[in-house]
C-alpha cells in the first residue's frame, strides 16, 4: 500500500483508455500526482477499495465522457456517484469535479451537465484544452508550444513576459524557468533530460553554424541516424528556445553551464511577422535575447528537442 495521496483522480471508461493514458501522461509530465488505475493499481490490491479510497483523498476528480465510454454501464459510472457524493461535502465555490469531454458527447449525469466542461476535440484543440485543466489543477505551469508559426514583435513581447522569461532587452525582470536539468549518455550520445517537463534536449548539437535552408536536413539527418536513440527530434519553437535563457551569465552566456557553451546563437522554427523580415527569430545566448535581424551573416546551430 502507499501512504501518498493522490491530487488528481482520472476517470475514465475503458474504451477510451488510449486517450486516458495520453492525458495522464501530459499530466504527469508537469509533475502532477495523478491517479490511473492502469499505473496506480499494484499487484495483488482490492483495486475497489483503492479506487473509492482514491476518490475520497484526491483533490480534483476529472472524468471523461465520451460517446462510447458513457454509453456503456462500466465501473466508470460508480465512480462518477462515488465523487458526486463527495463533491456534495465540498464548499459551494471550490472546484473539485473536471469533465473533459473527448467528443461530441452528452454527460448523461445530470449534474455534470452544469458544470462548464473542457473539450479536447478536435485533435487542433488538445493542447488548447491540456491547458486549460493545467489552469485548474496547477495554476502558474503553461505548456510550452511545440508547433511553429509567425509572431510579430508584439506577439514575442506578450509571449515572453507571460512566461516570465528572462531577455535581456524585452524583459530583463524576468526570472526565466526553473528547470531541472539531468545530463544522461545515450548510445555514447549526450542529452539534457529536464525532470519537470520531460523534455529532453541535445546538449551541444552540430558545432558549425549554418543557414537556415539547411536545418530541415540536420533535423532530418537526426532523426535517421536514431540520435541517441530517438527518431522524434525537432527544432526549437521561440517559445521552447526561449525558456533555456538565464538571467545570469555562466561560460559566457545566459543558459545553464550543463549546455556545451559553443553554440552562442540558435535558429528556431518561428517565422518572423513583420514587412521587412522573411527568415526566422533566432536566440542569442550570447547577449540573453531573441531576436528578428540576422546580423550574423555566416548562419546560426541548431540544437534540437523532443518530448521524454
Known sequence: MT??????????????????KRIYQDLKRYGLDVWFDNESLLPGQDWENEIEKAIETSKYFLVLPSSKGMSERGYVHKEIRLALNFFDKCPEDDIYM?????????????????????NLFPESEYQNGLKKILQVVSPGTFIIRNKPKELSSADVNEMI??????DSDR??????????????????KFVVFDEITNLIWEQ???????????????????????????????????EKAMSLVKPERKNNLYIDSIFNNN??????????????????????????????????????????????
Open 161 to 166: 513576459k507571460m512566461h516570465g522569461y528572462y
Open 98 to 118: 473536471i469533465p473533459v469531454r473527448l467528443d461530441d458527447c452528452q454527460p448523461a449525469h445530470r449534474r455534470i451537465k452544469k458544470i462548464n466542461w473542457i
Open 3 to 20: 501512504d501518498q495521496k493522490p491530487k488528481i483522480f482520472l476517470s475514465y471508461a475503458h474504451e477510451d483508455i488510449g486517450m486516458a
Open 204 to 238: 551541444s548539437g552540430l558545432s558549425n553554424a549554418m543557414f537556415f535552408k539547411d536545418v530541415e536536413k540536420c533535423i532530418y539527418k537526426l532523426n535517421e541516424t536514431n540520435y541517441a536513440g530517438y527518431k522524434d527530434w525537432r527544432l526549437l519553437t521561440l
Open 171 to 188: 524583459n530583463p525582470v524576468g526570472k526565466g524557468i526553473g528547470y531541472k536539468y539531468k545530463l544522461k549518455e545515450i548510445n555514447g
Open 263 to 308: 553554440q552562442r546563437f540558435i535558429w528556431t522554427a518561428d517565422k518572423v511577422k513583420e514587412d521587412f523580415a522573411s527568415w526566422e527569430w533566432v536566440v542569442l545566448f550570447s547577449t540573453g535575447s531573441c531576436s528578428n535581424l540576422l546580423l550574423i551573416y555566416s548562419g546560426y546551430y541548431v540544437r534540437a528537442v523532443r518530448s521524454g
